[in-house]
């Protein structure tokens, strides 16, 4: 059977995956760090992921797209697609007032990243949906308002101020130290281990938990499938009370900008 994951699950595939530090290939570790960093902060997520991303890690994330399918009929998307629309434009709406009384001009790039999200995804309709991939919804995001946020030269980029050195290296595992050279001591350097899997150089960290974070995304999308089949509006309801969690947690967010706002400098 085609296993097709529910929108709710794949946010959290992806912000897993592009919060971890990475390299790729069977190079040099630090020169493969480098490359991946670098992908990332010129906007180019899709270079990101290939570098971050073994064959196999991306097969168990686009099986989660093929559960999404499975699990998830046209109003449901439908449903799902408004809800984040909603919710993005509030916060973004937030977000714009702040910009117009100056607080910081990467604001406003962030704002234009939350609106109409599905689109930005590249899920902007229910027949992308059906054809999306990982690396789809990731060119529609380098092409859309994230990727020219993270191009914009308005941007800081700190990795430009960073410093990368290899300390170690055996047949298939390697340490590195970054530094900034803005930092004031030793203390706020960082040692990045990495494990060659499958030619690509890794985080330690995602390949020793690979397998357990897919297989709680996997009883979970297990979980959702057996209670859709004894109620076939069960989906929709909790996507219902999502909905009233985003209120609440847009009314967080608005308040947390007010008081932002107000500690702002010159105000």
Excluded: H
């Excluded at 929108?7 to 490359?35: D, F, H, I, M």
């Excluded at 990243?113 to 999306?132: T, V």
């Amino acid at each position: 059977m085609n296993r097709r994951p529910s929108n709710l699950v794949l946010p959290l595939v992806l912000l897993q995956g592009l919060n971890a530090y990475c390299a790729g290939g069977t190079g040099n570790p630090e020169e493969e760090y480098r490359a991946a960093m670098e992908a990332l902060y010129r906007g180019d997520l899709v270079g990101f992921y290939e570098r971050l991303v073994p064959a196999s890690y991306d097969r168990d994330l686009n099986s989660f797209l093929d559960e999404a399918r499975e699990l998830t009929n046209q109003p449901e998307f439908e449903q799902a697609r408004q809800l984040l629309i909603s919710f993005g434009d509030r916060v973004a709406d937030q977000m714009q007032a702040l910009t117009d009384d100056q607080l910081s001009p990467q604001v406003g790039l962030l704002a234009q990243s939350l609106i109409d999200i599905p689109s930005q995804l590249g899920l902007g309709s229910y027949e992308q949906f059906q054809q999306a991939t990982i690396a789809r919804i990731l060119a529609s995001l380098q092409e859309a308002n994230l990727g020219r946020a993270l191009r914009d030269p308005s941007v800081p980029v700190s990795w430009s101020r960073q410093k990368v050195k290899l300390i170690e290296q055996s047949e298939d595992r390697a340490r590195l130290r970054v530094t900034s050279e803005e930092a004031p001591s030793s203390s706020d350097e960082k040692i990045i281990e990495l494990i060659l899997v499958e030619g690509k150089w890794i985080p330690l960290d995602l390949a020793t938990q690979w397998d357990e974070r897919v297989g709680q995304f996997r009883s979970y999308l297990d979980l959702l499938r057996s209670r859709k089949q004894s109620d076939p509006q069960y989906i929709s309801r909790k996507l219902s009370e999502l909905e009233q969690q985003l209120d609440f947690l847009t009314f967080l967010i608005a308040d947390t900008l007010r008081t932002l706002a107000q500690q702002s400098p010159g105000r």
